[in-house]
């Protein structure tokens, strides 16, 4: 399919560039930016006036509840939740059901997500069996499956030496590993310690349960040489650590979710389950040292956080309701208001949602160059638009709001904290139409 964009102010992050100009796409590829003298037939002319067209989003952390779900049609569901908010590039991580730490797995999810033709799949594989924290899995075969890195999702691992050898092992092939910061026994808890969780008798998660296991995640990675993706942190004290880890030179990258970059532990309100989040939602001065770190490029991504979670499990007390909200949706829009309250740039904004971790996606692939037998995943052109590169698009209105109604978002989870009933804003920021490779598969007046 040709399709020509027009009109539009081309905003690319990973180039800074800036104009307002078209856009040409042949046969999934940029063909042009600006003008282009050639001959061209469009197949579909999108006037993109008074919208920005961006790269599409790269989501680090969208939750896709398959395998596990099939029978309520997950999958696809929130793929379409994916490219309703501009997210053409995701990855998912390893703790579906089963969890990711066989081949065979990896294949099929894969397999079904390139079939429904929406937005790109990458998976995490596990890395230990079953998610358990003592047996490694095959890495190498995970990755031929496809499987861009390793990780243990929301699980810690108690074996300190299991850790180290895990490191030690993608060390050796260049893998990277994705790593939540949590102590395991200082994490059991439901809420953020503090005043709050005190006051209403939750259990509390402290600061200590990040910063004891980022410590210890640092001193692995200057003794095994590993390369390491922390997942949302969440604390002061954390942005801190991975701010000197990274002057120290360290191979470290990093993310924050929508959730702690935007709530505090004040936002659970009367035990309100939308607010039942992990990490847990933390204090305000922990918020502002958060949008500061991304600002500033020590936090070097925003993530979703989606995790789509059924209405049964929310209707539970909030210490026993499943943790989790839906996010995908909602992304480009948070970042949007990110980026206006920190007085950012729209290139800068939109840098942390697209060429910001397209960038870490690229670097899982470095090990390619010791390995050349080894069958790489693909990011093609995420994060950018460049001629000759893969047109993953998203075109949007930054000037157009829009009300979070959970019964009007294509996720099939339905909760989520920033819920119009619940905060009372407005988003701003809306995704008109969305093109991966080169077809475009959402358009908000069809």
Request: with cysteine; net charge negative.
């Amino acid at each position: 399919m040709n399709i020509i964009i027009k009109n539009g102010r081309v905003i690319d992050p990973a180039s800074s560039y800036d104009k307002v100009g078209d856009v040409y796409i042949q046969d999934g590829i940029i063909l042009a930016i600006g003008a282009y003298k050639g001959e061209f037939k469009a197949d579909e002319v999108i006037d993109a006036k008074g919208c920005v067209v961006a790269p599409g989003l790269v989501d680090l952390m969208a939750r896709l509840k398959e395998p596990g779900y099939e029978h309520e049609g997950m999958l696809e569901s929130e793929l379409k939740a994916c490219i309703t908010g501009g997210v053409t590039t995701l990855v998912c991580p390893p703790d579906t059901d089963p969890v990711l730490d066989e081949p065979g797995l990896v294949d099929m999810l894969k397999f079904r997500a390139q079939k429904m033709n929406l937005a790109r799949v990458h998976p995490l594989g596990a890395l230990t069996k079953g998610l358990h924290g003592e047996a490694l899995t095959e890495m190498f075969e995970l990755t031929q499956s496809g499987c861009i890195g390793f990780g243990q999702a929301e699980v810690s691992i108690c074996n300190t030496q299991v850790l180290q050898r895990a490191m030690q092992y993608a060390a050796t092939y260049g893998y990277c590993v994705w790593l939540r910061p949590l102590d395991y026994y200082l994490g059991q808890g439901v809420a953020a310690s503090g005043a709050l969780a005190t006051r209403l008798g939750l259990s509390g998660v402290p600061v200590a349960a990040e910063t004891i296991a980022l410590n210890t995640i640092f001193a692995l990675m200057r003794s095994t040489g590993a390369k390491v993706h922390l997942c949302r942190i969440s604390s002061a004290a954390g942005v801190a650590l991975v701010g000197a880890a990274k002057k120290e030179g360290l191979l470290l990258s990093c993310d924050v979710s929508i959730n702690s970059l935007h709530l505090i532990d004040q936002d659970i309100g009367y035990f309100d389950s939308r607010a039942r989040l992990t990490p847990p939602l933390r204090q305000q001065p922990d918020r502002e040292a958060l949008r500061e770190g991304l600002a500033s490029g020590v936090i070097d991504a925003l993530v979703s956080d989606h995790n789509p979670v059924e209405g049964d499990l929310k209707a539970l007390p909030f210490a026993q309701a499943e943790p989790g909200a839906t996010g995908v949706e909602l992304l480009l829009s948070l970042a949007l208001k990110w980026g206006s309250q920190q007085k950012l740039s729209l290139i800068d904004t939109l840098r942390v949602v697209t060429s910001g971790p397209a960038k870490l996606l690229r670097q899982t692939q470095n090990f390619t160059e010791a390995m050349p037998s080894l069958s790489a995943p693909n990011v093609g052109g995420a994060g950018e638009l460049k001629i000759g590169g893969v047109a993953d698009i998203c075109i949007f209105d930054p000037e157009s709001t829009w009300m979070v109604q959970p019964k009007s978002l294509c996720s099939q989870g339905k909760f989520t904290p920033f819920d119009f009933e619940l905060s009372g804003a407005a988003m701003v920021g809306s995704v008109k139409w969305t093109i991966v490779g080169g077809h475009l598969v959402y358009s908000k007046n069809a």
